[in-house]
């Protein structure tokens, strides 16, 4: 048995690492999309998610100004992506309005804390 947990240890580590390669990924693609859509003078405002693991609840919410459709823009649904042609106090609560001198605050941190801060 002790085998058995020696393989759970290795295997865990392993996983570990690639999760955090997954999230720095991701979580890069969401501050380069929202970096275009700031040079483009839009509004950009983002909502981490802290509910549940990404694989159960994605990263948060990247809402931009505009009218276009995500997968008309990205050539496919991005669940983590919204556009609306009108951001109001009630469309924005909760999120944080993003600048170029805080895209790092689009952020992914573990709500087990197990896989620790992915920023």
Same mark, same amino acid.
């Given at each position: 048995?002790?085998?058995?947990?020696?393989?759970?240890?290795?295997?865990?580590?392993?996983?570990d @690492?690639l =999760?955090?390669?997954?999230? #720095?990924c *991701?979580?890069?693609?969401? %501050? =380069?999309?929202? @970096?275009? *859509?700031?040079k483009?003078? @839009? %509004?950009?405002?983002?909502?981490?998610?802290?509910?549940?693991h990404? &694989?159960e609840?994605?990263?948060?919410?990247?809402?931009?100004?505009?009218?276009e459709?995500? #997968?008309?823009?990205? &050539?496919?649904?991005?669940? =983590?992506? %919204?556009?609306?042609?009108?951001?109001?106090?009630?469309?924005?609560?909760?999120?944080?309005?993003?600048?170029?001198?805080?895209?790092?605050?689009?952020? *992914?941190?573990?709500?087990? &804390?197990?896989?620790?801060?992915?920023?």
């Amino acid at each position: 048995m002790k085998h058995l947990e020696s393989l759970w240890n290795e295997t865990k580590q392993k996983f570990d @690492r690639l =999760e955090k390669s997954l999230i #720095d990924c *991701y979580i890069a693609f969401l %501050r =380069e999309v929202a @970096r275009v *859509y700031l040079k483009q003078g @839009r %509004r950009v405002f983002f909502r981490e998610n802290r509910v549940v693991h990404w &694989g159960e609840g994605n990263f948060g919410q990247l809402l931009i100004e505009g009218k276009e459709d995500v #997968d008309e823009v990205f &050539g496919d649904y991005i669940s =983590e992506i %919204r556009f609306e042609p009108k951001l109001t106090e009630k469309l924005v609560s909760g999120h944080i309005e993003i600048k170029q001198e805080n895209l790092n605050d689009i952020k *992914y941190e573990s709500s087990s &804390g197990d896989f620790g801060s992915y920023r």
